[in-house]
């Protein structure tokens, strides 16, 4: 079995459609679901239902945020999860999107490093001690205590596109889990994996690494690719990922888009998407034109490219067995 998993998530996916993605997943032999959590869900009671509906696919959490849980709910939460389903549950964290946050929970969002620095911490020590006890800059904790260890141990993934957070993952959790990365960011991703871990005296053969992949099987590219910028500029109305396209080399796109958002020009921040910057970081075309593009990224390194089916203008559940099928 080739490793590969799917990030099932669309918010025209009613939770009994994800079930059905999920079963179909495990038949077609995938590793795993993962789930983002987006606005109007909870991604922690949805992994539950998924693991359910399987019997050996893993489902992870991609991502819960950091700052709209406690760490010690979260790894209650997860172990919860894997005492029904004894080693198929990841607990994924990250920082998530400070607008979504900040308007959408109420919640500040600073010193994002260092929270997740400990958020990963904590988790991690609880799902495998089973009790934890912490002094930190953003946490302190008398004691916590989980009714009963998972069967077998929860990894925590966090979510990293730059040097710090990868060099963070390094050092503290179990895997990384990338977003819209291209194949020749990879290996250099993959370096700063290895700097932390080195200096946290881990070995980085411990850590497994993971990536969100827009992927899409379709024999209409002209779709997808109008599609895909609308994905792209949507991203780069957030500072975070202005930064992060520019550092993987469009720069020029991300700052064109980042002027026509200012203006409030939607239909402009599209425009400025290029054909390099798409097809860089968008696998789509044949099933096998799309299986190739996922070996290349595992040549580069990568040990679980996760497919991630986006709506091009079809009913979605269309999209994604289509894509799941094809790129088993």
Avoid at 10 to 21: F, G, K, N, Q, V
Avoid at 124 to 149: K, N, P
Avoid at 151 to 158: G, R, S
Avoid at 164 to 192: E, F, H, K, T
Wanted: aromatic content about 8%; hydrophobic content about 45%; some cysteine.
């Amino acid at each position: 079995m080739v490793a590969l998993g799917v990030r099932i998530r669309d918010s025209h996916l009613a939770i009994t459609e994800m079930r059905d993605l999920t079963k179909l997943a495990e038949h077609k032999g995938y590793d795993s679901v993962w789930l983002p959590e987006s606005m109007g869900r909870e991604a922690l009671n949805e992994l539950t239902a998924l693991v359910l509906a399987g019997e050996r696919i893993r489902v992870g959490t991609g991502i819960v945020p950091v700052f709209a849980r406690l760490p010690t709910i979260a790894a209650a939460a997860a172990a919860t999860a894997a005492t029904l389903a004894p080693g198929r549950v990841i607990l994924g964290i990250g920082i998530g999107h400070q607008t979504a946050l900040e308007g959408g929970h109420g919640v500040g969002f600073s010193r994002p490093l260092q929270h997740v620095r400990e958020f990963a911490t904590i988790a991690r020590h609880l799902l495998r001690e089973g009790r934890v006890s912490y002094s930190g800059e953003m946490y302190t904790i008398q004691q916590y205590q989980l009714d009963a260890l998972p069967p077998q141990p929860v990894p925590v993934f966090i979510a990293a596109l730059r040097p710090q957070m990868l060099r963070l993952a390094g050092a503290v959790a179990d895997g990384v889990l990338m977003n819209w990365a291209p194949l020749d960011y990879i290996p250099q991703a993959l370096d700063y994996i290895r700097q932390g871990a080195e200096a946290a005296g881990r070995s980085v053969s411990d850590i497994q690494v993971a990536s969100y992949l827009r992927t899409c099987v379709t024999d209409a590219p002209e779709t997808v690719e109008q599609a895909t910028r609308q994905q792209l500029a949507r991203y780069n109305s957030m500072v975070y990922y202005q930064r992060y396209f520019a550092s993987i080399g469009f720069a020029a796109e991300a700052e064109t888009m980042a002027q026509a958002w200012q203006r409030g020009d939607r239909e402009a921040a599209v425009r400025a998407v290029t054909q390099p910057m798409m097809r860089a970081v968008t696998i789509y075309g044949t099933a096998a034109e799309c299986r190739q593009r996922l070996q290349a990224y595992r040549d580069a390194g990568l040990h679980l490219p996760i497919i991630a089916p986006f709506p091009i203008g079809e009913p979605i559940q269309e999209t994604f067995a289509r894509t799941i099928e094809g790129c088993a």
